[in-house]
T-cell receptor, first 111, second 115 residues
């Protein structure tokens, strides 16, 4: 079972920031938070991951709360091409652990 | 190649036939995953290979499903006696074994339709 909960869907206006929340209240100390997205008819695409510090890359920013029980993925200037299903995944750093995908959040960026 | 390659991209088969789906991971990636995604649904974990370790088969839905991987290269997912509920996109992903937090790289999937 997925260890995360996310809203089923969200809308965002084009050009505005999209803030996608994720709850992971049972996260343990060695577990990372990963974000992937899946654009229609394509394989999922890695976005970003973090342990406890906030992270930023060319695609997005990841804000993790101090208690690590929740996080927010931020797309600073959403475009129509960002319309996709966004998956928040919690995974330990053990080689043997697989990535468990929940249903994700369907983000619709509106013109 | 530069990315994860899967073949065939589309497969239509009749109920009861066997099918083989192939995945070529990124060169050097020691970990390989298979997922199933039914229409409008999320990703369902099937099986995971990591180097020479025994694969994690905990996600295989029935004994009609099996997968093999030769060393750290190609993997084949085999579905025997296909059923209509096997219709889905089968996604393969690989990741490097260098470092514990390597990201997954997905292929574009093999779309299976069982008539």
């Amino acid at each position: 079972d997925a260890k995360t909960t996310q809203p089923t869907s969200m809308d965002c206006a084009e050009g505005r920031a999209a803030n996608l929340p994720c709850n992971h209240s049972t996260i343990s100390g060695n577990e990372y938070v990963y974000w992937y997205r899946q654009i229609h008819s394509q394989g999922p695409q890695y976005i970003i991951h973090g342990l406890k510090n906030n992270e930023t890359n060319e695609m997005a920013s990841l804000i993790i709360t101090e208690d690590r029980k929740s996080s927010t993925l931020i797309l600073p200037h959403a475009t129509l091409r960002d319309t996709a299903v966004y998956y928040c995944i919690v995974r330990g750093d053990n080689y043997g652990q697989n990535f468990v995908f929940g249903p994700g959040t369907r983000l619709s960026v509106l013109p | 190649g530069a990315g994860v390659s899967q073949s065939p991209s589309n497969k239509v088969t009749e109920k009861g036939k066997d099918v083989e789906l192939r995945c070529d991971p990124i060169s050097g990636h020691t970990a390989l995953y298979w997922y199933r995604q039914r229409l409008g649904q999320g990703l369902e974990f099937l099986i995971y290979f990591q180097g020479n370790s025994a694969p994690d088969k905990s996600g295989l839905p029935s004994d009609r499903f099996s997968a093999e991987r030769t060393g750290e290269s190609v993997s084949t997912l085999t579905i025997q006696r296909t059923q209509q509920e096997d219709s889905a996109v089968y996604l393969c992903a690989s990741r490097t074994g260098q470092g514990r937090t390597g990201e997954l790289f997905f292929g574009e999937g093999s779309r299976l339709t069982v008539l």
